[in-house]
């Protein structure tokens, strides 16, 4: 069974940096692309990264284009979300998500952890 | 970027009856690039449908997708009390991958 789950979110100040953890099992990692998506309280469901199996190669949308920079370690079965210069407006909850196969185009998500809360504020 | 507009915003409906969500595309969409998620409070979401029609794992066979071009649908045939929730199409054609804005089917 797919398990994924996140860890590192918290209480940050604005500017500050934070790194997100998603520790997956029940499946082949570097066989899949990972994204994260987020929600903001009261919001719908935001995507914000995505990298593809080996790692290669990755895309940001541009609300976090050059401030958060997705990564995975194979070797350990996590991915990664670094946030740094943070804002108010990144207030959310994280989640990850498993693409249905390797590459990005065409990928959908086809198994989400629960997420972990990032609330920026001073 | 490819906008998703579903409605209505928020559909209230006693368990039994059928529910008929929609999602609107501000530009084509190939249906092998649309899915459907639940979402409830506090859980992660749950992809239902992907490339327009076809159900995910586990999924019951009360949920069905359908539509092409601009306009796609998911039904509930029959609402269940576990189906109140929150429902997003999403494309994924490509970046950036967007969401609707969520339609919440809640108790009438």
């Known amino acids: 069974e797919v398990e994924l789950v996140e860890s590192g979110g918290g209480l940050v100040q604005p500017g500050g940096a934070l790194r997100l953890s998603c520790t997956a099992s029940g499946f082949t990692f570097s066989s899949y692309a990972m994204s994260w998506v987020r929600q903001a309280p009261g919001k719908g469901l935001e995507w914000i990264s995505i990298?593809?199996?080996?790692?290669?190669?990755?895309d940001h949308a541009d609300s976090v284009k050059g401030r958060f920079t997705i990564s995975r370690d194979n070797s350990k079965n996590t991915l990664f979300l670094q946030m740094n210069s943070l804002r108010a407006e990144d207030t959310a909850i994280y989640y990850c998500a498993k693409s249905h196969h390797y590459y990005t185009p065409g990928s959908y998500f086809d198994s989400w952890g629960q997420g972990t809360p990032v609330t920026v504020s001073s | 970027e490819i906008v998703l507009t579903q409605s209505p915003g928020t559909l209230s409906l006693s368990p039994g009856e059928r529910a008929t969500l929609s999602c609107r595309a501000s530009q084509t969409v190939s249906s092998s690039y649309l899915a459907w998620y639940q979402h409830r409070p506090g859980q992660a979401p749950r992809l239902l449908i992907y490339a327009t029609s076809s159900r995910a794992t586990g999924i019951p066979d009360r949920f069905s997708g359908s539509g092409s071009g601009t306009d796609f649908i998911l039904t509930i045939s029959r609402v269940e009390p576990e189906d109140f929730a929150v429902y997003y199409c999403q494309h994924y054609v490509g970046s950036p991958w967007t969401f609707g804005q969520g339609t919440k089917v809640e108790v009438k």
């Open positions: 990298i593809i199996g080996s790692g290669s190669s990755r």
